[in-house]
């Protein structure tokens, strides 16, 4: 009797194809491929799976007591780990896939460089069809920069911001444990002493009860007006009215926002017109880079294989603590 694995994804190429179908043959499992427009197909065979590899919060919650390991192909599992009842069988590992690094890594550079570079204002210089350009600008050479999260997306950050000549990279993350490209880890519970000092603060945190509005009213007035914030993680890290307000008040020079709360953000949200900000529709980690897709396939077939020896996953969650 074959060990069925339920695969429904929309990235996968043929070559992907072939190379989890390799894997499961060496593991010892029967790999079924769905679309996510082939819903019913793979609920269908879901029942008699062992294994989900999807981003797919409906499907798993079709899926029987049976389904001990869902590999889900998203780094954001909040969605899985703020609702136990989604699991029918409580002791089913949840892993998700830190393969996001490398392009929400180039979004952080890019969105930096623009606000350093001022190009809100100059693109409301050109929109109006002006020509001024002598406003002040900086660099990322000799900055300093402050990143809230120090996994997989702040080691990519920072080892992009160290090559182009920053000065100085501080991180904060919930142990306070050192991390290559770091000159200085501290824990978060030192966040408010640090942000006085903040020019750049790049946040990635996952959400939790611990980092909703992690950045909170207290906090944006801790930071001097002249630092600027990135938000590649999740939008509710973000109290947004205050930091509205702190922008259209200039008591903060800028921020670039990858992640709001809520998703889609409202046509009338006054984010949409706030002074010196950078909106992206939540595009900096998707799966529209094709080596984000190969890292993507090659952790799973990677896990896989430790599955079918009995050995732990090594991108396993946590569920209470929701990474």
Known sequence: MSRDICICQEFLT??????????????????HFFTPDQFDEARACLQHCEVLYAHSLDLLRSAPASLKWYCCSYAGVDPYCKDPSVFANPDCMLTNSNSYGVTIAEHVVMVTLMLLRRM??????????GWSNQLP???????????????NIGVNAAERLRGMGAARITGLSRSGRAAPGFDAVYPISRLDEVLPSVKVLIMSLPSTPETVHILNRSRIALLPPEAYVVNVGRGTAIEQEPLIEALNGGRLAGAALDVMDPEPLPPDHPLWSAKNIILTPHVSGNMTLGYTCDVNVEMFCADLLRYGRGEPLQNLVDRTRGY
């Open 14 to 31: 043929e070559a992907h194809r072939v190379k989890i179908q390799a894997a499961a043959s060496q593991a010892g499992f029967a790999p």
């Open 120 to 129: 809100p204002e100059y693109e409301a210089i050109v929109r109006d069809r």
């Open 137 to 151: 600008i900086r660099s990322i050479r000799d900055n300093e920069f402050t990143l809230l999260g120090t996994g």
